[in-house]
């Protein structure tokens, strides 16, 4: 009888937790008024602009600078974490929330389809329109989804080929002139080549550039449809695993992001490698690096036709949030953020590459960045990663299937159809 | 939590039906708005999460709509949600194909299996360890002080840091592989890097285990000890015989929580191996899976979560039924000291 009536009241009180719960869920929700979209095109007043972590102080110069020059329309810095995945929780979060205080938000050039997709981001066009022309055209592609500029490329990056000046007196243009020089590293007792092949998103940036360079695409032109199971693309997968095979990839290397091939080519034991141009100043000055005056970068190497290998992109794209209210200062800061000045600044203060195709050919700015022109060429031949609203399935496709041919546990045949079955998967809802 | 709700409840209506005092009555209304603010704290906290991601797992995910690119809202799925984790049913351009790898759907059985072998082989390891050092804590020597304290050690640090820890040492070039004189990549091997999370975690959780045990063996009485002793049973004997039955109950409720805390590990597999290792996924637990998800649909991955919650619903309650941990039994006898 007691236990009965205990059990009775214990059950009550769980429904009574559910129902109240069930009310809460149903509180949330409800909508606005009118497409956003159309909204607040001229406003003009304070906004905030939003990105991640500003490590070397490149950001809050700037913003000074334009407060400055425009008391009326000041710009409010939001800083958000250093770890990309809580940058992207945090707008999609925000965006959910119709957060007008979200007016310019710097989105990784990966999130920038997704975020236009789900309709958060001001298309710049009509009175929000910004000049592309200047820009290098790969980078503009990462903004533009379904041929609609919904961002400005702010900053960018792209791959660069490290090699040893000691070891290798003209650097190879293909990757088979690369893998021929692979006898000079064996003879020196060091590793060959290496880039990003972790399980992480260095490798789908990786897989994305043999693919790419190789003459294969990932997905077509829709952004989601898959053309990865070709036979260009498999050309550009097998380099890599083939490399793996006979070591000229050294096997350590399947744990490389990018901070183990830097220590690994600044110890000298590798003869190429595959980074980013943050490597450039730090392989020059690190005391621990023994390479100092003996490297230098070139282009990635390419398919054998004269032409640089195709780098992925990185860096970020600013773009405005249909719920800003202040929509044309959002624009003109957007401008200003352009701006050759600007960009300047990025490249001097925080060794951003600008997207400002003028600026490679700045002198002053070569004779203190030994790399950039290489970096251009890098730019100018790349191909962005897929733009696609469902990157995250996509990059785990790529991924995924890449690291299972790459460890030999998978054919490549067979990797780049499970990719694309799961391009395709992607792409068509859950 | 619900023991923790249940025993102010049982222990305020205790009073039978019949013959109710006005005094009596009056008391219990009372104690209704006494529990009220606790238990709209319970819903807010507890019952609209769990509430709201039930409904959300029978929604289906935004999806595209092809003439304008853009995200629309998906509508109610019924239990396709499901039907995807548990058959491996993918959408795709008409009707649903298995899941290709690569894809989340997959890796569903996969995540299960890890889950699970993770929970066997680590709660075991932990058993056996914790009972010994319990038994040695449960000595009277010089130095126990210190030795308590030590064998405490590992589970005062933050299992982030832990994991970070067994990192480096499982590193290409950490002190596991200097120790052991070899080369292994541990991380990315499939089954070494599912070892390196068995012998973090035993190094982290035995130490809980082996206090919970210690609890109970400081409530056997040294008499029943003694008398077998003079009875003439052997140390093993003693141990099989009488520490042990008299040990259990506090054993079980350990394992109790042990189990139901490995089955929804995710700290330390996301950040020693990221949940990688062998072709990618090697200890990709259930956790591991929920949270990539969210960030590809969130719909979906509640309907994984809600899996996942069954899962480890069903093996407490198998657990309780049929093995006997009780654990609001075993308090309220303890307090009562027919133990």
């Given amino acids: 009888m007691r236990r009965a009536r205990k059990t009775t009241l214990r059950l009550s009180g769980l429904a009574g937790i559910a129902v109240l719960g069930m009310v809460l869920a149903g509180c949330s929700g409800g909508g606005g008024s009118g497409d956003p979209k159309s909204q607040n095109l001229d406003g003009k007043g304070p906004i905030t602009y939003v990105q991640g972590k500003d490590n070397s102080n490149v950001v ?75 820009l290098f055209k790969p980078t503009v592609a990462t903004a533009t989804y379904n041929g609609t500029l919904y961002a400005a ?44 092949f972790a399980q992480y998103e260095g490798l789908t940036v990786n897989t994305a550039e043999a693919i790419n360079t190789a003459g294969g695409t990932i997905v077509g032109k829709d952004g989601k449809s898959p053309t990865v199971d070709s036979a260009d693309a498999k050309k550009g997968l097998q380099r890599l695993v083939d490399g793996f095979k006979n070591g000229d990839i050294p096997a350590d290397a399947i744990t490389y992001q990018e901070e183990q091939g830097r220590q690994a080519f600044e110890a000298g034991k590798l003869l190429f490698l595959r980074n980013w141009p943050y490597v450039y100043s730090l392989a020059k000055t690190d005391g621990s690096s023994v390479v100092k005056d003996k490297f230098a970068v070139a282009p990635l190497p390419g398919n054998g036709n004269g032409k640089p290998g195709a780098s992925s992109l990185g860096g970020h794209n600013a773009a405005i949030s249909v719920y800003s209210k202040h929509k044309q200062t959002a624009h003109d800061f957007i401008e200003f953020l352009q701006s050759e000045q600007t960009q300047k600044f990025f490249m001097t203060q925080g060794s951003l590459a600008p997207v400002l195709a003028s600026l490679y050919d700045d002198s002053e700015l070569n004779s203190k960045f030994g790399y950039l022109s290489t970096l251009k060429k890098s730019i100018e031949s790349a191909v962005p990663r897929p733009v696609t609203p469902f990157y995250p399935a996509v990059t785990k496709a790529i991924q995924d299937n890449a690291y299972a041919a790459l460890k030999g546990n998978k054919s490549v045949d067979t990797a780049l159809k499970d990719m694309s079955d799961a391009i395709k998967a992607a792409g068509s809802g859950s | 939590m619900s023991t923790e709700t249940a025993t102010p409840l049982g222990t305020v209506a205790r009073p039978p039906r019949s013959g109710l005092k006005k005094q009596q009555r009056g008391q219990a209304r009372w104690a209704i708005w006494l529990i009220l603010p606790t238990m709209a704290l319970l819903a807010v906290v507890i019952g609209y999460p769990i509430v ?54 997959a890796q569903f059985w996969n995540a299960v299996g890890v889950t699970f072998f993770f929970t066997v082989v680590t709660v075991i390891l932990e058993t056996v360890f914790g009972l010994w050092m319990a038994i040695i804590m449960n000595r009277a020597f010089r130095g126990r002080g210190i030795v308590r304290a030590a064998i405490l050690v590992p589970w005062a640090i933050p299992t982030a840091v832990t994991a970070k820890l067994w990192f480096f040492i499982f590193s290409a070039a950490g002190v596991a592989n200097a ?71 506090a054993l079980m409720v350990a394992v109790l929580f042990r189990i139901l805390d490995a089955l929804r590990i995710y700290d330390l597999p996301a950040i020693l191996t990221g949940g990688g290792g062998g072709s990618g996924n090697a200890t990709t637990t259930l956790s591991i899976l929920v949270v990539q998800q969210i960030r590809q649909g969130p719909n979906s991955a509640s309907a994984l979560s809600t899996i996942t919650f069954i899962i480890i619903f069903l093996v407490a309650f198998i657990f309780v039924r049929f093995l006997g941990a009780n654990v609001v039994r075993t308090q309220e006898s303890q307090q009562k000291g027919t133990l």
């Fill in chain 1, 153 to 196: 490329p702010q900053t960018s990056d792209g791959g660069l080929l490290y090699y040893r000046t000691d070891l290798v007196k003209t650097p190879p243009t293909s990757w088979d002139e690369m893998m021929k020089d692979c006898d000079i590293a064996k003879q020196a007792g060091i590793g060959c080549y290496a880039g990003q």
């Fill in chain 2, 52 to 105: 709201s991601a039930i409904v959300m797992s029978f929604q289906k995910d935004a999806g595209l709509d092809s003439s304008t690119g853009m995200f629309v809202q998906g509508g109610f799925a019924g239990f396709q949600n499901y039907a995807h984790w548990l058959l491996q049913q993918c959408a795709s351009s008409g009707g649903t194909v298995a899941c290709p790898p690569g894809s989340l759907g």
């Fill in chain 2, 179 to 249: 120790l052991i004189g070899q080369r292994i990549l541990w991380v990315s091997g499939e089954w070494s890097s599912r070892w390196a999370i068995i012998i973090a975690d035993t190094w982290k959780t035995t130490p809980f285990m082996a206090l919970l045990i210690l609890a109970g063996l400081q409530l056997i009485p040294d008499e029943v000890n003694e008398a077998a002793k003079v009875d003439g049973a052997s140390t093993v004997q003693r141990f099989w015989r009488v520490t042990l039955p008299l040990v259990k109950p």
């Fill in chain 1, 60 to 134: 809050r110069p700037l913003i000074a600078k334009w407060n400055k020059a425009h008391p009326d329309e000041k710009v409010t810095f939001k800083e958000q974490s250093d770890q990309a995945d809580q940058q992207h929780d945090d707008l999609v979060q925000n965006f959910q929330a119709k957060n007008a205080n979200y007016d310019v938000v710097d989105v990784d050039v990966v999130w920038t389809a997704e975020f236009a997709a789900k309709g958060w981001l001001q298309p710049l066009t009509g009175s929000l329109k910004i000049d592309t022309s200047k």
